[in-house]
């Protein structure tokens, strides 16, 4: 019984090993398709920030490119040779999916008719769908970070 408990907790460990290097392209590829569509067809996401009226106007016509460049900044990092910067690249993504994560769930709660013109109006995407999806971008952040802090400790 116990070996049988052990087998299963070694595959677990085995499928969420094999599962963290494919989060960590997920997590760059994601932010790079983002961050084009939202760069190439900036109209919906200006709407969707338009949502926040304390954000004056000036700076609300510059946040699809802004958001841009820091999507494509992170995706970069995540895809750097170097582990350290890899490291606070996914850190960086962790914190701006958190955000988005937040941002989903206000805009839920106070506008749940509006879309959340994460890729653009491109891929449009329902506020409980975008909320999950950045949930499990999320998830795929912290399996990312996880699986660089065991390849650090099988270097030391």
């Known amino acids: 019984m116990a070996t049988q408990t052990l087998e299963g907790n070694l595959r677990k460990k085995s499928l969420l090993a094999d599962a963290a290097p494919v989060a960590h392209q997920l997590v760059g590829l994601i932010l790079i398709v983002s961050a084009v569509l939202k760069a190439l067809r900036p109209t919906s996401f200006l709407i969707a920030v338009s949502l926040f009226t304390w954000i004056p106007i000036q700076v609300r016509e510059w946040l699809p490119l802004v958001v841009s460049f820091i ?10 040779p170097k582990r350290s910067v890899r490291s606070i690249s996914l850190l960086a993504a962790l914190v701006f ?11 839920f709660l106070r506008h749940p008719e509006t879309d959340c013109a994460c890729f653009g109006d491109v891929i449009v995407l329902d506020p409980l769908v975008a909320i999950v999806f950045d949930l499990f971008l999320v998830w ?4 990312a970070g996880r699986h660089l802090r065991s390849l650090q400790g099988e270097l030391s």
Do not use: P
């Open 71 to 80: 999507e494509l900044w992170i995706a970069f990092g995540i895809f750097f």
């Open 97 to 107: 999916f958190t955000g988005a994560t937040g941002f989903q769930i206000w805009r």
């Open 140 to 143: 795929c952040c912290v399996m």
